[in-house]
């Protein structure tokens, strides 16, 4: 959250070591996103509603400009969960360093007769309806295998009552994990406050799957009258659905920052080496780069784009225009730091003629990607870049685009981010993540912008339509021996039209 000059991060955090458990919530802050200071930790198992684990929430701000965190506390060792809530001891201390947990209404909502006590968690930001005076939140829920977003009103913020109905629920899609729900607005370039409904505005549900650890969304309307969310039918609502992020990405929340009028997303991403490689090096799990959210003007999906003061940590500019790259060709971007790096490139093409068919029964990307990867010869694709590379490709973790053509003249575009060759350690996770691209390719023009620091690899298609992140852990490609390269193992010859990179600062101050 944005509290008097300071964005504030709370986090899931071990603080006695690299592994889950003991968790509490950390607490750090931050003048510009960039440059962070850790504080004691916000919210620690000190109360009987809380003992046995302080898990994820939210924060509010109330209209007398007070921030109050939502959060789920564990009661017993079946792991019981209830809702409650905490305040800062001293609102007008701008670093909010205590929190207090007051003993009157905690916990405020406890699992009711049918609801399943031990999936029962993760509260949302509140909203406010001005028409019945009421504030709404979220707690994600299963029954049995159909997850549950259930829905709680209350006047005062204090006594909070049941919906008799689900704001929403799906069927086979297991416990729902860390639901969000926010408004976007249409052909706009702000963002908007959790409790904004105006003609002008489409909402955003959001929910991390527990059994398959990815997060999906769904475009939809707020139907003010039922109390009820319904997506639209342009994307699925399961597990086939749109993702913020089709690679290793969970847990994410959204606020609203008033101070640029901008909607901004923190996802967490694991660690993809084993439990022994985390303990040896003391720490596991990053938070990943905050990114903005905006609706795409065709309103079936969201666009994402780093936040905006991530580029001032960049350096050493590097340009390079109008390169031509025939099919089985690559070339090195040289100049800049490839282990620390920021690069946004766009590919032209001549024609689309050489596209492979595409197979409607190809519905799933990333079997796709492991199928038809960086080396497997196409029409038009494999392009890209080859990132954390070392100097003979012994280790490299592409990030590339493929074009299929499919009926009535139309084309599936698919991103890749393909850890498989990203490193020569045995017994890391290293899947082929993907995403399929919705772009207009009319224009013979596709853009890729790729965030790489050490370990991770963060990537936006399209202008951010598709975002894939990926944990991957060379051993050759490190600091001054790894290399970044532009590729094409398609027929078709692409161009570089225009591609910057920059070498990567790092923060003056880090957790």
Known sequence: MYYKGYYHLFYQYNPKGA???????????????????????????SKPWDMYGCWSGSATILPNGKPIILYTGVIDSNNTQVQVYAVPEDASDPLLRKWVKPHHNNPFVVAEIGVNGSAFRDPTTAWFNKKDGHWRTIVGGRRRERGMAHLYRSRDFMNWKKAKHPF??????GMWECPDFYPVQINGRRGLETSVVEPNVRHVFKVSLDETRFEYYTIGTYDLQKDRYVPDTTSEDDWGGLRYDYGNFYASKSFFDPSKNRRILWGWANE???????????????QLI???????PNERQLIQWPAEELERLRSNKVEIRNRKISKGQRFEVTGITAAQADVDVTFSFGSLEKAEPFDPKWKNAQDLCAQKGSTVEGGLGPFGLYTLASDKLQEYTPVFFRVFKAPNNKHVVLLCSDARSSSLESGLYKPSFAGFVDVDLSSKKISLRSLIDHSVVESFGAGGKTVITSRVYPTIAVLDNAHLFAFNNGQETVTVESLDAWSMKKPQSMN
């Not at 802050?29 to 620690?44: F, G, Q, R, T």
């Open 168 to 173: 929403h629920s799906k069927e086979n899609t």
């Open 19 to 45: 592994v889950w458990g003991n968790i509490v919530w950390a607490h750090s802050v931050s003048k510009d996103l960039i440059n962070w200071m850790a504080l004691e930790p916000a919210i620690y198992p």
């Open 290 to 296: 905050p990114r903005t959210i905006l609706l795409d």
């Open 272 to 286: 993809s080496d084993t439990s022994r490689d985390d303990i040896t090096k003391g720490w596991a799990g990053i």
